[in-house]
Each structure stands twice: as C-alpha cells, then as structure tokens.
C-alpha cells in the first residue's frame, strides 16, 4: 500500500451518488476529485478495519468511512472540537443571508483557538477503502459495512489550514464554538458537529 499526497487540482466528480444518500449532500469544494470511500486516523500504521460495536452500543460491530465529499469534515486532529455548515435546498434566503453571503462560501468549519497550534502541527493519514461491502448510513455521507476491509491506499492529510483555503472551505477560529453553534442549531442550514464535548466551557453550551 502507497503513500502519497492528496493533489489539489482534481475537479469534482459528477459521479456522486445522491440518490443513494438519506440526506442532501453537502455542496462540492474545489480540487474535490472523484468519489471514493476514506477513513481517517492519526496513526499511520493501518491496514486492515474490522468492524466495532458503537460506543452506545445499541447497533451491530461496523466499520465506518466518510466519502469524498464529506471528507473535509475530517480534516482535523482527532479530537479537536468543530462545527460544519452548508447551505440545502430547504435553507430559508435569511439564514443563507446570515450564514454565507459575506465570504463567498457554500462551506463554513469552525473550531476553537485553543485547537488552533494542533490544527497548525496536524497529520492525518486517510485510508482509501473498498467500495463493494458499503452502504449508506442515515447520516448523509457516511458508509458503513459489516466486513472487515482492507486499505488499498494510505495518503497523507497535512498543512490543514492551507486544505480548507484551497478547497475555497472557510475556516473560522474563535474562542467559543458555542455562540455561533446555538445559532446553527436554531437555524435551516444543514450541519455537522463533532466532538463538541472537548470545546471550552461557555455559558451558551448546548446540553
């Protein structure tokens, strides 16, 4: 299995499967390239994924991967607290109007300034997955699969601020994530928060 780096001049795919998808995908981002099944880790000593009950336990063991439009969402350390935002069809002309108007963006990721010397110093590594035992999860642009799986490529995910800017995805740092995420919750705009249990203590904390 190779290593090598994810170019940043391949165009986005037509081939992305919507239909197959429970929610409306996210929009695409520049240099997206085409579609493909990614898994992401810190270690850079994997190979093959077996599946594994979920932390709630409440499914059966699956091996998890994120597709290559929703790949951004990853690019983070592991651990580092994020909100993830895109416009739908079903975005009211307000909400596009608060959320999206003044940068030119259809993609907005926000983490804490407390993360921002880990995002600066951050590798990841994505794992190229076969495609064949996947099916779509409920949460758009997941895929899950009962088989263990082989990697069958292992590229390199660095320089994760510059990643953002090229892919024309804009990246706000600010001290709290909490203020402007009770504003997405309460809003149309489809989105995507991850490990927000590591975020600051702040009065406006979601429970």
């Known amino acids: 299995m190779g290593c090598s780096r994810v170019p940043d001049s391949k165009q986005p795919s037509d081939a992305y499967p919507v239909d197959l ?26 190979t093959r994924f077996q599946p594994r009950t979920p932390t709630d336990q409440t499914g059966p063991p699956l091996v998890w ?7 951004p ?18 975005t009211t002309p307000e909400d596009q109007e608060l959320f999206f108007n003044d ?13 921002l010397a880990r995002m600066q110093a951050g590798r990841l590594y994505a794992y190229r997955l076969p495609a064949a035992s996947f099916l779509p999860h409920e949460v758009g642009g997941y895929w899950v699969s009962r088989e263990p799986v082989e990697a069958i490529d292992q590229i390199v995910v660095d320089d994760l601020l510059g990643r953002h800017a090229r892919a024309r995805i ?38």
Do not use: K, M
């Not at 409306?24 to 390239?33: K, L, M, N, Q, S």
């Not at 706000?172 to 600051?200: D, H, K, M």
């Open 103 to 115: 940068g030119g963006t259809t993609r907005i990721h926000v983490v804490e300034a407390g993360w």
């Open 21 to 46: 998808l429970a929610r409306e995908p996210a929009p695409p981002y520049a240099g997206e390239g085409e579609f493909a099944l990614w898994h992401f880790s810190e270690d850079a000593s994997l």
């Open 65 to 71: 991967a994120v597709d290559t439009r929703h790949a």
């Open 73 to 90: 969402l990853f690019w983070f350390p592991r651990d580092c607290p994020r909100g993830c935002i895109w416009p739908v069809s079903t």
């Open 170 to 207: 804009e990246l706000r740092i600010t001290p709290s994530i909490w203020p402007f995420w009770r504003q997405v919750t309460n809003s149309s705009v489809e989105y995507s928060g991850c490990r927000l249990r590591n975020t600051a203590p702040h009065p406006d904390q979601l429970r």
